[in-house]
């Protein structure tokens, strides 16, 4: 029995442990406080080669005991800008990590966050829901440019390569830099500012991810808007900062993209990808968040879809060296 486990702006809990009978712990622990901020990095970069089960408290080739954690809080911190309150957690951790269960807490105004975990064999299964796509961005990607919004990750981790599904809707893009100078060198001045602003507003994001030793790779990202539209291919190494993207945009105030796009068989030649209009630059990024190499093709800007192909750059292995200013 615990009667407190305190440590200063770090937990305040009370509970008891006790020993399962194949040889696992269960724990249960409730009170005022706690903070797991130290704690995310390794909870949720499960994509990362996974250790040997001999790294477990058993012997050679032997899996580590099985961990029974019940866990309830009235506050739990998940990131310093990012906290949850009514928190419930309910998981089995073994030597390779969390194998089931759930996660809830609610973030604020009537908002919730849940998480379920399960296991399928060597492959575990996570999904993510929140109704407030910004406040999961900061947890899972430590990234304050998203307000508002609801989000799904619905991932399948199975080994070094792991994949998932991100889908976001009524999301709005605010204090972007990097986007920021995208639209600025595209020549798209007013969604600069309204990016500074309000925010530009996308009504739904559809982002397909790789996982892989903690790199993020997307394949075709998708996003759409009132004001415009956007895609994006290529990879994000969150650790390191670094990136490499190509990708299009097109502007939704010109009436072409849409009414051309929408045209059958005809649409498929102009627009060519979901997403795309006939009259879209394309872009590339290549370095880091803080200092990247953006270029901008405007002749692209011109060319129907299946042409605009030969303009984007393929994606490049990650840079070895910082790039030059």
């Known amino acids: 029995d615990l009667e407190r486990l305190y440590a200063r702006d770090y937990m305040d809990l009370r509970g008891s442990g006790s020993r399962r009978q194949d040889g696992g712990y269960r724990i ?7 903070d797991a901020s130290s704690w995310m990095d390794g909870i949720l970069d499960m994509s990362k080669s996974r250790g040997d089960a001999a790294d477990g408290v058993g012997g050679p080739g032997e899996p580590g005991p099985v961990y029974d954690i019940q866990l309830n809080a009235n506050r739990m911190k998940l990131r310093p800008d990012a ?24 973030i604020a105004n009537g908002k919730a966050m849940n998480v379920v975990l399960g296991a399928n064999n060597d492959r575990r299964n996570v ?43 009524d999301v709005r893009l605010k204090d972007a830099p990097l986007v920021a100078q995208i639209f600025s060198l595209a020549s798209l001045q007013g969604l600069a500012d309204v990016l500074s602003g309000e ?12 996982l892989v030793d903690g790199r993020i790779d997307l394949p075709g990202l998708r996003a759409t808007g009132p004001a415009m539209g956007l895609t994006a291919r290529g990879w994000i190494a969150p650790e390191s900062g670094e990136l490499s993207l190509d990708g299009v ?17 005809i649409g498929d030649l102009f627009v060519s990808r979901p997403g795309e209009g006939m009259f879209a630059p394309t872009y590339s990024v290549r370095g880091t968040f803080a200092r990247a ?16 192909r030969i303009f984007e750059n393929p994606s490049e292995p990650p840079p070895t060296t910082p790039p030059e200013e």
């Open 83 to 106: 906290e949850i309150t009514n928190t419930r957690i309910a998981l089995i951790l073994d030597s390779e990590g969390p194998r089931s269960g759930t996660i809830s807490g609610n």
């Open 249 to 265: 945009l097109a502007p939704s105030f010109i009436g072409a993209n849409a009414v051309l796009g929408a045209l059958p068989i």
């Open 28 to 34: 249960a622990l409730n009170g005022p406080y706690f």
């Open 127 to 169: 999904k993510l829901t929140s109704d407030d796509a910004g406040f999961a961005a900061r947890v899972l990607l430590k990234a304050d440019y998203l307000i508002g919004g609801k989000l799904v990750f619905d991932g399948k981790f199975d080994g070094p390569i792991s994949n998932a599904l991100v889908t976001i809707t």
């Open 199 to 210: 925010g530009v507003l996308f009504t739904d994001i559809h982002a397909p991810v790789r």
């Open 293 to 308: 190499n953006i270029s901008i093709n405007p002749v692209a800007a011109l060319t129907p879809g299946v042409l605009r």
